[in-house]
């Protein structure tokens, strides 16, 4: 690498979690250049916001980006709309720059999951990354944890947010999100059997982001699990330190002679874990509050610059 090159990024989607990361990747980032947000309302305020700090915008959808001088330049697009509408962008875009490379932030999933503590090194290379959810980032990484010391027979996780912090595209992504969790639990956490609530929680003032996860596993050693937990923990907290654990790890054996039946799995017994998380967001564009989005522009930009610091060393 040369000197301070970066790598020119796009982001498309100009709501919440789209303004957002920009505005990480403008203070924060050392290998991506802000270039483009792209949105669909031309009185939207993340464009509104781009203009103002120098960046190009279009309102015209990745249309309008590929019609932009600099989108011969741009490396790495961003998607923050919705699952549906990742599908056709990245469809599009790749039809354009086969080589470009998304991040994906909806729960379209069109390329493997990515939770940077447990397996980007295994995915620097895919043209596709999928950051699963906001409660897959909190979440995964605790069940990887537990994975890690024993088998995991079954995981739920339950992802507690403020309304006022899920906009249109959050809520029009509701079934996804549960279905994609779920699947992420099992795929990268590695529970035999994974399962995702998310509540919305109307409260005023609002809550700051809470997650509760629950791990079924055999029985280990439980000073090693909380160790891995709390390692864990640690390594999230490197790009979203507003990450911790709300209080000590939770214990509870399941006797053989008393095991627990997992529908469609059958009947356990073991060890298990309950892990009780808090996520305050870094208050970039939204509220503290808002640690649901500050985990999923969190983990997105640590993928990209990961990726970014890759393609230029190599």
Request: charged fraction near 20%.
């Amino acid at each position: 690498m040369v000197g301070f090159q970066k790598l020119k990024v796009a982001i498309v989607g100009s709501g919440n979690i789209g303004t957002d990361l920009m505005i990480k990747i403008l203070r924060n980032s050392k290998y991506l250049e802000m270039a483009v947000m792209v949105g669909i309302d031309p009185a939207s305020d993340g464009l509104a916001r781009a203009a103002r700090m120098g960046v190009a915008v279009t309102h015209e959808g990745v249309e309008g980006l590929t019609r932009l001088e600099v989108f011969k330049d741009i490396d790495f697009v961003f998607d923050a709309t919705s699952a549906a509408a990742h599908v056709n962008n990245d469809a599009f875009l790749r039809s354009i720059k086969p080589g470009i490379r998304l991040i994906d932030l909806t729960p379209a999933a069109i390329g493997p999951y990515c939770v940077p503590v447990v397996n980007l090194e295994q995915n620097l290379d895919r043209l596709n990354v999928n950051m699963v959810t906001c409660g897959g980032q909190a979440t995964i990484p605790m069940v990887a944890a537990v994975s890690r010391v024993a088998k995991v027979h079954y995981a739920e996780i339950v992802a507690s947010i403020a309304s006022k912090s899920a906009g249109p595209g959050t809520r029009a992504n509701i079934d996804e999100f549960t279905e994609t969790t779920s699947k992420a639990v099992e795929v990268i956490g590695g529970a035999a059997k994974g399962k995702a609530i998310i509540v919305m929680n109307p409260a005023e003032p609002p809550l700051m982001m809470r997650d509760t996860v629950f791990v079924l596993s055999k029985a280990a050693d439980q000073a090693q699990v909380e160790a891995s937990i709390v390692e864990m923990a640690a390594a999230v907290q490197a790009y979203v330190p507003g990450y911790r654990l709300k209080q000590k790890v939770q214990f509870d054996l399941v006797p053989e002679n008393s095991p627990v039946n997992i529908p469609g799995l059958g009947r356990f017994s073991g060890l298990k874990t309950s892990i009780y998380l808090e996520v305050e967001g870094a208050a970039h564009y939204l509220p503290a509050y808002a640690g649901n989005l500050d985990i999923m522009t969190s983990a997105a930009l640590a993928t990209a610059e990961r990726m970014a610091q890759s393609m230029l060393n190599a």
